[in-house]
T-cell receptor, first 113, second 114 residues
Framework: EPEVTQTPSHQVTQMGQEVILRCVPI?????FYWYRQILGQKVEFLVSFYNNEISEKSEIFDDQFSVERPDGSNFTLKIRSTKLEDSAMYFC???????????FGSGTRLTVV | AQSVTQLGSHVSVSEGALVLLRCNYS??????LFWYVQYPNQGLQLLLKYTTGATLVKGINGFEAEFKKSETSFHLTKPSAHMSDAAEYFCAVSYSGGYQKVTFGTGTKLQVIP
């Protein structure tokens, strides 16, 4: 079964550093998403991306965050200057046109120290 | 606007007993409803979903859920709990059309007692 692939599975970074979380969505999917889950809390929407632009973003997704689809296969989330409170599990997801529901990746655990 | 309320952050059942995890939703448009399971240190796995049609939805691992519009509920059940069912379960709501942002509930941790 097709999968959404996220790398790395775990990343540790120092506060103030830039990080890029990488995702390879399912190849024929057109809608892409990032969600995050702070330890012990619920999964929160960050951003949706369609047709090479952000279609919706939450209040969490401030100027420190950006997304990009640099080529035909990757979808990245960049955090410019990480803060301790950015420590969370970040999930990428993708969806096919006309489909209901997404396929989630297995997540990247980001730890900011 | 859409939201999900999961009643009970922790539920304990004995092995072999009925599992009932409660979810109520709020949506201004006809909802899509989902249950996801998350095992420790793993990602989100879709258990089942309701979009349209039959209100009783069967999913993987013997789970099922019933969409009750009059009660705005989508409770998850399994007749007989297994030890392997111990995990966190998230109810979620989305909608047809558009970008289908998914809103998750706060999750229910299921403990299965031998």
């Amino acid at each position: 079964e097709p999968e959404v692939t996220q790398t790395p599975s775990h990343q540790v970074t120092q506060m103030g550093q830039e990080v890029i979380l990488r995702c390879v969505p399912i190849s024929n999917h057109l809608y892409f998403y990032w969600y995050r889950q702070i330890l012990g809390q619920k999964v929160e929407f960050l951003v949706s991306f369609y047709n090479n632009e952000i279609s919706e973003k939450s209040e969490i997704f401030d100027d420190q965050f950006s997304v990009e689809r640099p080529d035909g296969s990757n979808f990245t989330l960049k955090i410019r200057s990480t803060k301790l409170e950015d420590s969370a599990m970040y999930f990428c997801a993708s969806r096919e046109e006309g489909a209901s529901g997404y396929t989630f990746g297995s997540g990247t655990r980001l730890t900011v120290v | 606007a859409q939201s999900v309320t999961q009643l009970g952050s922790h539920v304990s059942v004995s092995e072999g007993a009925l599992v009932l995890l409660r979810c109520n939703y709020s949506s201004s448009v006809p909802p899509y409803l989902f249950w996801y399971v998350q095992y420790p240190n793993q990602g989100l796995q879709l258990l089942l979903k309701y979009t349209t049609g039959a209100t009783l939805v069967k999913g993987i691992n013997g789970f099922e859920a019933e969409f009750k519009k009059s009660e705005t509920s989508f409770h998850l059940t399994k007749p007989s709990a297994h030890m392997s069912d111990a995990a966190e379960y998230f109810c979620a709501v989305s909608y047809s059309g558009g970008y289908q942002k998914v809103t998750f509930g706060t999750g229910t941790k299921l403990q299965v007692i031998p």
